[in-house]
């Protein structure tokens, strides 16, 4: 199958630091996305990233390891604001259609 | 630009009825994806628009359909509802890159 896991919840403190890991099947592997969900609202586009690496934007950096099948978000100077779904979809084979984890629930608290 | 709209916001339903929801899509975005989303299973895919033609379908039963008109707009229609269909249904527009600009959903109850 096309799995693609990431942890279910998150805690984290205001002011630190958090990364959310997500790990997929490599065979096919096209492209990695990160999305933030809030409750009740669209899921919004953060990242994607389709070579080995870090990149920044801003206070969020996405890690991708393509021989690893394994990427990470950081989030730095965590926000209460910050408390969101953090969804990991891959790209596999030819297809654009993304394939979602089932995203990893981030509770900051002060 | 406006971002994707989607109708109505909330429904409720009882079994065995059916249920038309629409997509107004981002202007200039030709392809519309929808997505159920469950607590337990996440976002799964049940179908693409482009042109107006179904261009990639996931694996959901035929109860569920769509289309898509000439000015890019779509309609999901579920028939037969069951109560397993509750969910948030979720739809997307892209321009031809691999990003999706996500509407804000319709939530769906079933009773």
């Known amino acids: 199958g096309q799995n693609i896991d990431q942890p279910t919840e998150m805690t984290a403190t205001e002011g630190a630091i958090v990364q959310i890991n997500c790990t997929y099947q490599t065979s096919g592997f096209n492209g990695l996305f990160w999305y933030q969900q809030h409750a009740g609202e669209a899921p919004t586009f953060l990242s994607y990233n389709v070579l080995d690496g870090l990149e920044e934007k801003g206070r969020f950096s996405s890690f991708l390891s393509r021989s690893k099948g394994y990427s990470y978000l950081l989030l730095k100077e965590l926000q209460m604001k910050d408390s969101a779904s953090y969804l990991c979809a891959v790209n596999f084979g030819g297809s654009y259609i993304p394939t979602f984890g089932r995203g990893t629930s981030l509770i900051v608290h002060p | 630009k406006a971002g994707v709209t989607q109708t109505p916001r909330y429904l409720i339903k009882t079994r065995g009825q059916q249920v038309t929801l629409s997509c107004s899509p981002i202007s200039g975005h030709r392809s519309v994806s929808w997505y159920q989303q469950t607590p337990g299973q996440g976002l799964q895919f049940l179908f693409e628009?482009?042109?107006?033609?179904?261009?990639n379908k996931g694996n959901f039963p035929g109860r569920f359909s769509g289309r898509q008109f000439s000015n890019s707009r779509s309609e999901m229609n579920v028939s037969t509802l069951e109560l397993g269909d509750s969910a948030l249904y979720l739809c997307a527009s892209s321009a031809g890159s691999n990003i999706q600009y996500f509407g804000a959903g319709t939530r769906l109850s079933v009773l």
């Open positions: 628009y482009f042109s107006e033609t179904q261009r």
